[in-house]
């Protein structure tokens, strides 16, 4: 081993280990997830598997009209019910199209019925399958504002209300008694304000997440801010995160995660799927008309390999959490396979375990 690499290793430290399902379905004739009902029963199972393995968290992405996992909180509250450790997450929700205070009810319930466990990921939203969806839902912003910042005013609003503070007049007259002062919105969990992750594609929104006391998601791609390569960038982007959470002087460490694809190919199966995912290289395009972007490289190859690549990436190096993007459509046991064999071939070669 090089002593570069040595290095490298030296500073990576244990991380929590997750996995990001899309939740794609297809009738696709090579896919185990054809239907609504096929993702979400297999989603469930997934997590159970990945709790016996030692994975660490279960997320999933929530995407509105599409073919894919939508409204979150019954699948996370029916895995909440059938495991026990394993944490359990989004990556992220569209708070353009939330409700916040029926969210933070929904939200409430999932984390109660999981034992305190859910990592909630929310954002103001990404590229969406249908024009200005969040209409359809009935909301829309207020004079002077965009999009973006109704995502982000709908945000603070469910932090609020997750303090558990009372903030509604109670009727004089109530069908059932009520406790002195304000209410609330129950059910109420303790914790769950400071378990709440900000999606942010650029430097600003993560320093803007960090102020607010809320962890820092970062995917496989963010704003093109400089034109550095994307785990520079994105390194960069969680150094300013980690700077503003201790001006901010929260009384709490601050948690960030990184989403990557990575495939560690242990037999013929793997390099049919991926083998050529590895020979990617970062990419510049837009995501939206005038916001340039970054995307990020997939890695796929044999273990030992797999550890070098891996031990260079700038910002894998700065998250706590690595969130491993998979392959939903393929199954749960197939699934399962590339997740043990990171934990197993790759992680304890990084220091990740």
Known sequence: MSVMLTL?????????????????????????????????????????AA???????????????ARQLASPFPLLSAIGAKTSKIEIGTGVIDMRYENPLYMVEDAGAA???????????????????????????????????????????????????LNGEGFARPNPNPMFPNPPGLLRLEPYSKGLRERIWWGAASNATAVWAAEQGMYLQSSTLKFDENGKPFSVQQAEQIRLY????????????????????????????????????????????????????????????????????????EAIQEADTVLLTIPNTLGVDYNIHILSAILEHVAPGLGWR
């Open 8 to 48: 490298n290793l030296a500073i990576n430290e244990m991380k929590k280990i997750g996995f990001l399902s899309f939740g794609h379905w297809s009738e696709h004739p090579s896919y185990q997830a054809r239907t609504a009902s096929d993702t979400l029963l297999q989603s469930i199972d997934l997590a159970v």
């Open 51 to 65: 709790e016996e393995i030692g994975l660490d968290g279960a997320y999933f992405r929530v995407h509105h009209f």
């Open 111 to 161: 984390d109660l019925i999981s034992g305190g466990r859910l990592q909630l990921g929310i954002s103001r939203g990404s590229p969406e399958q249908v024009i200005e969806g969040w209409r359809h839902f009935g909301f829309s912003p207020k004079a002077g504002e965009n999009d973006a910042d109704m995502g982000r005013q709908k945000a603070l609003e469910f932090l609020k209300r």
């Open 242 to 313: 980690k700077e503003a959470w201790k001006k901010a002087g929260h009384d709490r460490e601050p948690r960030v995660s990184v989403s990557r694809s990575i495939f560690a190919l242990m037999n013929d199966q793997d390099r049919y799927y991926f083998g050529q995912q590895g020979k990617a290289a970062d990419s510049f395009g837009y995501i939206e008309p005038t916001q340039r972007a970054v995307f990020g490289r997939g890695y796929a190859a044999e273990p030992d390999q797999l550890i070098k690549e891996l031990a260079a990436d």
